[in-house]
């Protein structure tokens, strides 16, 4: 077995809970700020309303006064304890709770109306653990989640995905062994494992990370304002908008001059713009490459050596796709199945001219969204 694709498996210590950060900067992307420098707002209160249909609204994650906003962040200096009014979901159903959600800062497009709802309970990407460590210490909040998720999607039947090996469970969800291998960790595989079927009709997959978001704001009627992500060999508890500066100083790690530091996991994670930048809702991993560790990325034409194609699990030609962002051809994109791209980086990892084959492909998507939206 390939040690990079191999997962990684020990989820180690508890998390190390960060005390909330004395400035909260909350990402925006996707999102237009409701706040103006200045204005004092209690934690939980609505900073920026989702752009997108599916996704869910963005909040203060402490109170306090706003200090900067930008088309990046809304930073929030924390002072005092002002909490927004709690909601009450319990009465809530259909639409009305899908709304009441989305207002809440839950990314609903993912809670479709299913039969059979797949909980995958693997860790995403090699050098992540923080998908078992819920699983392992969060479990009454998973299942809060996990419960509010089948009452909006509507779900008759529950798998819960995991590595063999794995002791867990959530009450209503049948356990299921599956590969542990990388990319056999993303949800379209996951699904394929459970069901032996491609993408098949009235089946949905939401990850623990999904789960424990849901989870909070099922158990206390405000919005997510913490993740649990992994930083080398361990795991951390932390408040959305905890600048990745404080987060690696917790973690005993530092990033120079030409070192990137990566939100998510390596083959799928986004570079952070800034060590200033908060930690969002849905981040599940954090390091920093060293400078000189890898090949830097260059826009070298794509020479056609089939590697790509090869090694994608979906079996669309990624070089192919990516020319096509490269030269702003959407409709040759769509034609060629940019949609079935499961966004796993196996593509840009193996490229022999270090083309940034996942980034172009992210960034077509993201085209067609924008046109779409304009139409
Ligand atoms: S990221 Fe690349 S290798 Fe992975 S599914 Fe998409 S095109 Fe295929
Ligand atoms: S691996 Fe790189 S060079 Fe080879 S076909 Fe794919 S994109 Fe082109």
């Known amino acids: 077995m390939n040690r990079m694709f191999s997962p990684s498996t020990d989820p ?71 909490r927004a009014e709690p909601v009450d979901l319990a009465a809530l159903e259909g639409g009305t709770l899908r709304a009441v959600l989305r207002s809440l800062g839950v990314d609903i497009a993912p809670l479709a109306v299913i039969n059979t709802l797949v909980i995958n309970g693997l860790n995403s990407e090699p050098g992540v653990t923080s998908a078992e460590l819920l699983l392992r210490d969060f479990a009454p909040t998973l299942q809060a989640g996990l419960d509010l998720a089948r009452r909006v999607m509507g779900a008759s039947v529950c798998v819960l995905a995991l590595r063999q090996g794995v002791a867990a469970s959530l009450a209503g969800c049948d356990t299921r062994s599956v590969p542990a291998v990388y990319p056999q960790t993303l949800d379209p595989l996951v699904i394929k494992a459970v069901t032996g079927k491609e993408n098949p009709e009235g089946v949905a997959a939401l990850s623990v990370h999904e789960l424990f978001c849901l989870g909070q704001v099922a158990e206390t009627g405000l919005p997510c304002d913490r993740t649990v992500l992994t930083v080398g060999e361990r795991n951390f508890l932390v408040v959305v908008g905890t600048p990745v500066s404080e987060v690696l100083a917790a973690a005993g790690l530092d990033a120079r001059d030409g070192d990137r530091v990566v939100l998510d996991g390596l083959f799928r994670g986004f570079t952070a713009r800034s060590l200033g930048q908060g930690v969002d809702k849905g981040v599940y991993g954090l390091s920093v490459v060293p400078a000189g560790a890898h090949a830097p990325v260059t826009d070298a034409p794509c020479m056609e050596c089939g590697k790509c194609v090869r090694i994608c699990p979906s079996r669309v030609d990624p070089g192919l796709l990516s020319g096509c962002a490269e030269f702003g051809l959407l409709k040759q994109a769509v034609d060629n199945y940019i949609d079935a791209c499961m966004e796993c980086g196996l593509c840009a990892y193996v490229c022999p001219t270090h083309r940034p084959v996942l980034q172009y492909i992210r960034l077509a998507k993201q085209q067609l969204r924008e046109v779409a939206e304009s139409v």
């Open 12 to 82: 180690g210590p508890a998390a190390m809970a960060l005390p909330a950060p004395v400035r909260a900067c909350v990402p925006l992307a996707g999102h237009a700020p409701r706040v103006s420098c200045g204005q004092a707002v209690t934690k939980g209160q609505l900073v920026a309303e989702a752009l997108e249909p599916g996704l869910g609204d963005a909040h203060a994650p402490v109170a306090g006064k706003v200090d900067l906003v930008d088309k990046w962040n809304v930073c929030v200096v924390a002072q005092g304890e002002a």
